[in-house]
């Protein structure tokens, strides 16, 4: 309890800064404790989620937009800067940021008929979206290599190559906090003011001079952008990706991480996609029915603790985190 | 000799001239299947001065309202701005012309503070840009604290310091009333609608937002309401539109309006008079 309060008390130090401070000490140290490889592996993977969380809490915690298609974003980014490599022979670090770029631009230009749609009817759309990212990387095998996934090659700078996972677990850290400050920035300025107040009333913050379909159109793209850097930094480490890491459960488990790590704060975000990545990869019995555990987890949050587990755990100890 | 100095120089600093039409309402007409709610309106707001819009049930005020904020789109007519034609202006680009509206029905930001929902109204003059905010840069900066001063200003002086921190779920509903009129004029309107400001407030409440009311119409700002409340708009508003069945019935002053046969008739109700009236 006491370690809880002062964990708590450090947490809300108020500053955005203070808790990115704290986040990378977090970072930084938790390798010490990793045994072996299969660690940091892990480790890559709960960043890459954390990543897509920060991004898809900025759309749907913040905004208050559904969206049940991101894993379709982190696959196009993911396939996108594979084939870009290996077709075209373009450098990975190079790949990366032109696909995150067509994929924002993407995602802005479908992002107005689209985000015109209010809860369920943006879900479906959002979900029809994802199912049709899948369809064509299932079915398209002459470039995706189809089911059976697409194998890439490790990334050479200079005479190195970069396969050490250690090597990509600092990059993807790094990169991490990198995402979770430009959330918390946009969290409090004007521009995701307005997005936390269309969340509530769209006619009153149009009476308040927010062009509410623009705003909506660009935080859905940047939270595209955040997921498909997050796929091309999963082809990266992993080199190696299956249609099955876009399709709809991929989305739901995102979703499923925000909900439970509190929708509307960025650190729940973190909290929830740390908890959900890593059971299924620790403990064996999680992974075999993890679909069903999600359920378990997404019921039980609804019922339980509706505000997620971060918000929740902050007001009990008296502080409010993520504001 | 100086007295004529001194006018000249105070003249561009009335900046709001008596005359002048701040929203002009021309042959406005809404129909709704075969029901014309609103048909045929005209008239003029001058800047100002507090005006109240007034009728029975079904007269069609709310209809006028919402065509004049820009919620409903007239079937004819046109509805000038600081004679700027704004009929066909999305709501958040009426917001920069210089309208701006309370709700009936609130609609608070719940997701934010009292501060934060004012900052919003704020937000209307400050740096918009998405890609400045990721980044924090100066002017994201600039913006964020001089809305906050304005909207910590603004709450002082609508009465709700003590709710600066609190959500709108947690403020009681007169305090969400004054919370909206402070997001309105966070965004320094030129004209205020207000769409029943006193419903469902206590007679002390009404009192209060009888001279909140007063107190913006004095700093400049027009105002032009909706309003139930007789007592309220006979004592405040400076001229009076009368809708019935959504074409204008009366105009004028209240006392013009108290007079008024038709007013009398099909208003209040067969020549009975009501005490408070």
Redesign the interface.
């Known amino acids: 309890m006491a370690t809880g309060t002062t964990l708590s008390a450090a947490i809300s130090l108020g500053a955005p800064l203070g808790r990115l401070a704290i986040l990378s000490a977090i970072l930084i140290v938790l390798p010490l404790s990793f045994p072996n490889p299969f660690f940091f592996d892990v480790a890559v993977k709960v960043g890459l989620s954390a990543i897509v969380c920060v991004g898809l809490n900025l759309l749907s915690g913040?905004a208050?937009q559904i969206s049940l298609g991101h894993a379709g974003f982190f696959a196009l980014g993911a396939y996108g800067t594979a084939l870009l490599s290996i077709k075209l022979g373009v450098h990975g670090l190079i790949a990366a940021p032109v696909i995150a770029t067509v994929v924002g631009l993407l995602a802005h230009v479908i992002a107005r008929p689209i985000l015109k749609l209010k809860g369920h009817y943006l879900a479906m759309a959002t979900l029809g979206l994802g199912i049709i990212i899948s369809i064509v990387l299932n079915r398209e095998i002459w470039l995706t290599g189809g089911p059976d996934g697409l194998s890439v090659p490790a990334m050479r700078l200079g005479e190195f190559k970069l396969r050490a996972i250690e090597f990509w677990y600092w990059i993807v850290a790094a990169f991490l906090i990198v995402a979770v400050w430009?959330a918390e920035?946009?969290v409090?300025?004007?521009?995701?003011?307005?997005l936390?107040?269309l969340?509530?009333?769209e006619?009153?913050?149009?009476?308040?001079?927010?062009?509410?379909p623009r705003?909506k159109a660009?935080?859905f793209a940047?939270s595209a952008v955040l997921a498909s850097i997050a796929g091309a930094f999963f082809v990266f480490a992993e080199r190696f990706i299956t249609p099955a890491d876009a399709g709809f459960l991929r989305s739901v488990e995102f979703l499923t991480m925000i909900v439970f790590g509190g929708l509307?704060s960025t650190y729940g975000a973190l909290v929830g996609a740390a908890i959900l990545t890593a059971l299924p990869q620790l403990v064996a019995a999680f992974a075999e029915y993890k679909h069903v555990a999600i359920g378990i987890v997404l019921i039980a949050t609804m019922i339980f603790m509706p505000r997620g587990i971060v918000p929740t755990l902050a007001d009990l100890f008296g502080r409010r985190v993520g504001r | 000799m100086t007295s004529s100095i001194v006018r000249l120089r105070l003249e561009p600093m009335i900046a709001p001239q008596p005359s002048h039409r701040l929203l002009e309402i021309r042959n406005l007409s809404r129909a709704f299947g075969g029901v014309k709610a609103v048909n045929d309106v005209s008239f003029v707001v001058t800047a100002g001065r507090i005006h109240a819009l007034i009728g029975p049930n079904g007269a069609g005020k709310t209809t006028l309202f919402n065509l004049v904020?820009g919620?409903v789109r007239p079937s004819a007519g046109q509805v000038l701005l600081d004679e700027r034609d704004v009929t066909d202006l999305?709501?958040?680009e009426r917001?920069?012309a210089g309208l701006?509206?309370t709700?009936q029905n609130l609609?608070?930001?719940?997701?934010?503070t009292a501060l934060?929902?004012v900052?919003?109204?704020a937000?209307?003059r400050?740096?918009?840009?998405?890609l400045?905010?990721?980044?924090?840069t100066p002017a994201?900066r600039q913006?964020?604290a001089e809305?906050r001063d304005r909207a910590e200003m603004l709450l002082q002086r609508v009465g709700l310091d003590t709710f600066r921190d609190s959500r709108s779920d947690a403020m009681p509903y007169g305090a969400l009333k004054r919370l909206d009129i402070a997001?309105?004029l966070?965004?320094e309107p030129k004209l205020l609608l207000m769409d029943e400001p006193a419903a469902g407030l206590n007679p002390a409440e009404t009192a209060t937002m009888r001279d909140l009311i007063a107190d913006i119409a004095l700093q400049g700002v027009t105002v032009l309401l909706v309003e139930h409340d007789m007592k309220l708009v006979m004592s405040i508003a400076e001229t009076i539109v009368v809708l019935d069945q959504g074409q204008k019935l009366a105009e004028g002053t209240p006392d013009e309006i108290r007079r008024s046969p038709e007013v009398i008739r099909a208003y209040l109700g067969g020549g009975i008079r009501r005490r408070r009236s």
Not at chain 2, 126 to 130: I, K
């Open positions: 913040y208050g430009l920035n946009l409090n300025s004007p521009a995701g003011r307005s936390r107040a969340h509530s009333s006619i009153a913050a149009a009476t308040a001079g927010v062009d509410v705003a660009l935080v940047f509307g | 904020a919620v999305p709501t958040a917001a920069q701006q509206r709700f609609q608070t930001f719940s997701e934010l934060e929902s900052m919003v109204g937000h209307l400050s740096e918009p840009s998405f400045k905010a990721l980044f924090n994201i913006a964020n809305a997001r309105a966070a965004a």
